[in-house]
C-alpha cells in the first residue's frame, strides 16, 4: 500500500553542522507536507509544511525541500543545535484524506 | 493564544476498565483528531470530529470512540482496556480539519498505561 517512510532511522550530527533528514512517499496525489518535531515526552511539535504547488519553504533554520519527480522530501536544519535533538516526523495529507506520518528519524546532537 | 490541551496527562488502568480522555482545542479551530502512538506502530490515526460529527476514522475497533462538544471540546474512550492499549493518546487541532490541508497542531499528550 501507500505510505510514507524514511530513509534513516537514526541520525547523529556535531553541533554547528546542518542536519538534512529525508523522507519518501508514494501517493503522488499528495498535496500538502508537514514536518513536525517532537522532544522526548512531549507532544509533535509543528516546524514547517509545504504545499505540492511550492519546491522550497524556509522557515527559521529549517528549509523543506520538496521533489515530486521523485516523491521526496527533506528537511534541512541549519547549524544544528543541541535543543534540536528530537525524532522528526513528516507528514502527507492527500487530498479527502487523513493525514499519514513517517515513522519518524531520530537527531542526536553531539557537543 | 493558548495551545491544544489534554487531560489527564498520565494514567493507569487495569485491563478491562474504561478511560475517558480529554481535550481542548485551539481557540477558533473546529477540528479535532486523536492519534494513538506506540514505539511499535509509530503515530495512528484514530478518528477526526468537526462540528461535533465524526468525519473521517481510522482502522481501530469499535472500543475506541469519540465526540465533539458544540464548544469544539473533545473526548475519547476506550472501553474494555487491553495491554495493547498502553500508549500516548494524542489530540490535534486545526481550523477546518486535514482534509482541507489545514496545518493540525498537537497537545502533549495523554499517556496510558494498562497493567
Known amino acids: 500500500g501507500e505510505s510514507v517512510g524514511l530513509h534513516l532511522p537514526t541520525l547523529s550530527v556535531q553541533e554547528g553542522d546542518n542536519s538534512i533528514i529525508n523522507c519518501a512517499y508514494s501517493?503522488?496525489?499528495?498535496?500538502?507536507f508537514i514536518w513536525y518535531k517532537q522532544e522526548s515526552g512531549k507532544g509533535p511539535q509543528f516546524i514547517i509544511d509545504?504545499?505540492?504547488?511550492?519546491d522550497k519553504r524556509q522557515g527559521q533554520r529549517v528549509t523543506v525541500l520538496l521533489n515530486k519527480t521523485v516523491k521526496h522530501l527533506s528537511l534541512q536544519i541549519a547549524a544544528t543545535q543541541p535543543g534540536d535533538s528530537a525524532v522528526y516526523f513528516c507528514?502527507?495529507?492527500?487530498?479527502?484524506?487523513?493525514?499519514?506520518f513517517g515513522a519518524g528519524t531520530r537527531l542526536t546532537v553531539k557537543p | 493564544k493558548a495551545g491544544v490541551t489534554q487531560t489527564p496527562r498520565y494514567l493507569i488502568k487495569t485491563r478491562g476498565q474504561q478511560v475517558t480522555l480529554s481535550c481542548s482545542p485551539i481557540?477558533?479551530?473546529?477540528?479535532v483528531s486523536w492519534y494513538q502512538q506506540t514505539p511499535g506502530q509509530g503515530l495512528q490515526f484514530l478518528f477526526e470530529?468537526?462540528?461535533?460529527?465524526?468525519?473521517n476514522k481510522g482502522n481501530f475497533p469499535g472500543r475506541f470512540s469519540g465526540r465533539q462538544f458544540s464548544n469544539s471540546r473533545s473526548e475519547m474512550n476506550v472501553s474494555t482496556l487491553e495491554l495493547g492499549d498502553s500508549a500516548l493518546y494524542l489530540c490535534?487541532?486545526?481550523?477546518?480539519?486535514?482534509?482541507?490541508?489545514?496545518?493540525?497542531?498537537f497537545g502533549e499528550g495523554s499517556w496510558l498505561t494498562v497493567v
Open positions: 470530529y468537526f462540528s461535533e460529527t465524526q468525519r
Open positions: 490535534a487541532s486545526s481550523l477546518l480539519g486535514m482534509q482541507n490541508g489545514n496545518t493540525i497542531y
Open positions: 501517493n503522488s496525489a499528495s498535496d500538502y
Open positions: 481557540s477558533g479551530h473546529r477540528s
Open positions: 507528514a502527507e495529507n492527500v487530498e479527502n484524506n487523513d493525514m499519514r
Open positions: 509545504i504545499r505540492s504547488n511550492m
